[in-house]
């Protein structure tokens, strides 16, 4: 096999995860994003360098994340959610992912932004995980509010999302999926590696998401048609006035640019209450 690096065929070291690299690299790092080796310095191997979206549209991208949340979780208005990619210094210059939303305790009025450096593996498994929060904390057929979804823990909440994600790149991404599946569970976050354990084993128990998304947020299970295709229209996004918000929320995920994978989610910060808060237990 050659060397992942240069590609001789000298003798050398195989990686854990496979790959060659010839005794000609003394020192050698690991792609931020697939795990291929690199040399010292650069960060990015050539395959994942060439296929970022940077200037260009990603809308293929979406779509085949959105046809994919079709035939695993159901009807859903996804399609009308924003989503923009951005530069770095756009998103905090460490966030490549983040979901912004907002209540006024009936619908969710929300939005995705994507850092647009991200190879197109990764970009749509961020998208995926970014879809899954607005999953937890609203139905995503008619963007009705889910309190229970927006209480989970934060390690169930990631884990949640990093579970659609893992789920994506096995089903759709072949070999560069499984490698970006292995980063995931060897998350230096615990927050999001054990939560995604966690979650695979209670997916494992029925291997069946619907279920799962139901006992998390207390909502009806709703499955997929058998056909694969939406049986029903999406709803647009609701516009949820500034005087009516009781509660605003950010998912955010910060790269720790030293291994290129480290997640953080920054806590949710709550806006001033602008009129009673209410009682969920007379509504």
């Known amino acids: 096999m050659p060397c992942a690096i240069c590609g001789s065929t000298r003798r050398g070291l195989v990686t854990k995860w496979g790959d060659v690299v010839c005794d000609g ?3 050698f790092e690991f792609c931020h994003w697939c795990l291929r080796p690199v040399g010292t310095g650069h960060g990015f191997c050539r395959m994942c360098s060439k296929s970022t979206r940077r200037g260009r549209s990603f809308d293929d991208l979406r779509q085949r994340t959105l046809e994919w949340c079709t035939r695993t979780i159901g009807d859903h208005s996804l399609s009308t959610v924003p989503v923009f990619l951005v530069s770095e210094p756009a998103l905090n210059s460490l966030v490549y992912g983040m979901t912004q939303w907002q209540t006024d305790g009936f619908f969710v009025q929300s939005n995705v932004s994507l850092f647009d450096g991200l190879p197109e593996v990764s970009l749509m498994s961020t998208l995926v995980h970014e879809y899954a929060h607005i999953v937890l904390f609203c139905d995503p057929l008619d963007f009705t509010f889910s309190p229970l979804g927006d209480e989970l823990s934060k390690e169930e909440c990631e884990g949640f999302c990093e579970l659609m994600a893992y789920q994506f790149l096995g089903e759709e991404m072949g070999s560069e999926g499984a490698r970006v599946q292995r980063r995931l569970l060897e998350n230096g976050n615990l927050t999001y590696s054990d939560g995604l354990k966690m979650m695979l084993r209670r997916w494992s128990t029925t291997k069946d998401l619907p279920r799962l ?5 207390g909502r009806p299970i709703r499955r997929p048609d058998s056909s ?3 049986s029903r229209p999406p709803v647009a ?4 006035p500034k005087d009516t918000i009781v509660k605003i929320g950010n998912t955010r995920v910060p790269i720790d640019w030293r291994d290129g994978w480290t997640r953080e989610p920054l ?3 709550p806006s001033p ?5 209410i009682d969920w237990r007379h509504t």
């Open 25 to 27: 690299h003394s020192h």
């Open 213 to 217: 998304i139901s006992d998390l947020t």
């Open 228 to 230: 694969g295709r939406k």
């Open 237 to 240: 996004m609701p516009v949820i």
């Open 267 to 269: 806590p949710k910060t």
């Open 273 to 277: 209450v602008t009129r009673e808060p």
